[in-house]
């Protein structure tokens, strides 16, 4: 199975700092089956990227993905109040599917 | 509106078994792979498996694979998991997600809770 390495594991950030979350994977991906969710305490998961770069309908443009091969990233330019959560990658491009392991970002 | 509504959770004692339901409405149910995904408290997402259109394929995790079964009946827009042989480890809010092109999870359910106690 393809392991998915999420880092940092969280990230205390300002109100309007930009925030990078990695996520490295243990063998090539197409770039079309890597995506990224939120997760909100005590919510179920909401896709924010999919296809490594595109944003799900009613994403803030805040809201980016880049990346390609084993390494993958996710910006959010400014960081809102809102955008407290948990953040996960996940690939679709081997069998069976795998989750990062999660990055918690919290505001300061 | 795309829904997914998980049912059939709750507590069930080691070594039992226990089926989930997820109905879905608001499109076309026959047209999507379907998935389901799980969450032990104050863990990450766990991906268990998912399944076709019309139920040939059908992918676990292999951890998962001789314990839990994913099925669906498109006339009744609902998709299953059979779970058999629970342990404590079962314990977590299952998911159920639709499936987009790439195997995006691109709607979820609300989860059903399943505690595994004695």
């Known amino acids: 199975a393809i392991v998915l390495n999420q880092s940092p594991s969280s990230i205390i950030a300002s109100q309007g700092e930009k925030v990078t979350i990695t996520c490295r994977a243990s063998s090539s991906i197409s770039s079309n089956y890597l995506h990224w969710y939120q997760q909100k305490p005590g919510a179920f998961p909401k896709l924010v990227i999919y296809s490594t770069s595109y944003r799900a309908s009613g994403v803030p443009s805040r809201f980016s993905g880049s990346g390609s091969g084993t390494s993958y990233s996710f910006t959010i330019s400014r960081v809102e109040a809102e955008d407290v959560a948990t953040y996960y990658c996940?690939?679709?491009?081997?069998?069976?599917?795998?989750f990062g392991a999660g990055t918690k970002l919290e505001l300061k | 509106e795309v829904k997914l509504v998980e049912s059939g959770g709750g507590l069930v004692q080691p070594g039992r078994s226990l089926k989930l339901s997820c109905a879905a409405s608001?499109?076309?149910?026959?047209?999507?792979?379907m998935g389901w995904v799980r969450q032990a408290p104050g863990k990450g997402l766990e991906w268990i498996g998912e399944i076709n259109q019309d139920s040939s394929t059908i992918n676990y995790t292999p951890s998962l694979k001789d314990k839990f079964t994913i099925s669906r009946d498109n006339a009744q827009n609902t998709l299953y998991l059979q779970m058999s042989k629970l342990g404590s480890e079962d314990t977590a809010i299952y998911y159920c997600?639709?499936?987009?092109?790439?195997?995006?999870?691109?709607?979820w359910g609300q989860g059903a809770s399943v505690t595994v106690s004695s």
């Open positions: 996940q690939q679709g491009s081997s069998n069976p599917n795998t």
């Open positions: 608001g499109f076309s149910f026959n047209d999507y792979w």
């Open positions: 997600a639709r499936e987009g092109r790439g195997y995006v999870m691109d709607a």
